[in-house]
């Protein structure tokens, strides 16, 4: 009992103390593993990812994702330093690289490294699209939401410890509440943590995209057709890591009008969609 008393002590020592502040939401964010250890390990992932896979170079494709990431990250900063975060990026590496790979897809390692796979650039159709798809992934990025998930990963597996702990040496109970505790805490937090993850990086992603010079409702015309797309083929939202099509469109369209509002008080008034 002493040794599960001083567990629970830790425990809630950890999560007092492992803390990191969203600079876009203001609020409280998990942060067992600092960035000062994610970053390197992120950068060294990503060379390797390149060494290993065909990047794309001196195309108007590879050139329009390197212009557009490097506007996203100027709004980002223009953002950050307006809102009392200079020096916020300072640590961060912004790489933009297009890879030869037929899969719709885009992502953005801890501290600025992405990548574009040749197979979404059908669906983003030309930079408002590119913008959309670069501003989500830039903002995962910036609100640290790799930190956030390798720290709820660890989360989980201290709560798993603490479950089997408590149930002392039944083999049987502790198989039970292992599948039980395995299914409920991935279904009921996990993912949803996931999820919400991804629409705050929508929304993000709009503010950086309309400041950066882009309609944010492009956004919305990106998940018409990624929606498109998929053909139907998507798990249930609560089984999944994302929100469905339907779920974004309706949020980004929502919001896409604060995200202009934003970016006038940058000076932007037009907007290229």
């Known amino acids: 009992m002493k040794f599960k008393t001083i567990f629970s002590i830790g ?3 950890a999560l007092a103390i492992a803390c990191a502040t969203n600079p876009f939401t203001g609020k409280r964010t998990m942060a067992l593993v600092p960035n000062s250890q994610i970053f390197p390990m992120a950068f060294q992932q990503y060379d390797q990812f390149l ?12 050139r329009m994702i390197t ?23 300072n640590n961060y590496k912004w790489e933009y690289n297009l890879v030869e790979d037929p899969a719709v897809n885009a992502w953005c ?5 992405i990548v574009f796979y040749t197979g979404i650039l059908p669906i983003t159709q030309g930079e408002a699209g590119v ?6 992934e830039v903002a995962h990025a910036l609100a640290n939401h790799g930190q956030q998930r390798m720290s709820a990963a660890q989360y989980q597996a201290i709560g798993a410890v603490a479950g089997n702990l408590a149930l002392g040496n039944d083999p049987k109970k502790q198989q039970i509440f292992n599948q039980a505790y395995g299914l409920g805490s991935t279904v009921g937090v996990m993912l949803p943590f996931s999820r919400n993850h991804e629409s705050e990086a929508d929304r993000i992603g709009l503010t950086l995209m ?4 882009y309609d944010p409702i492009a956004a919305a015309e990106l998940w018409q057709r990624m929606k498109a797309n998929a053909g139907g083929n998507a798990p249930p939202e609560f089984l999944s890591t994302h929100p469905s099509s339907t779920t974004r469109i309706n949020n980004i369209t929502s919001w896409a009008s604060e995200a202009r509002a934003e970016a006038r008080k940058f000076g932007v008034t037009s907007f290229e969609k």
């Open 109 to 113: 390692m801890p501290g600025g490294k």
């Open 210 to 213: 309309a400041i950066a010079g």
């Open 51 to 62: 060494q290993e896979n065909k990047v794309v170079t001196g195309t108007a494709d590879a």
């Open 131 to 136: 913008a959309a798809v670069m501003g989500h």
């Open 11 to 13: 425990l809630v020592a």
């Open 67 to 89: 212009n557009v990431g490097q506007k996203i990250a100027a709004a980002s900063e223009r953002w950050l330093n307006a809102n009392g975060y200079t020096g916020y990026l």
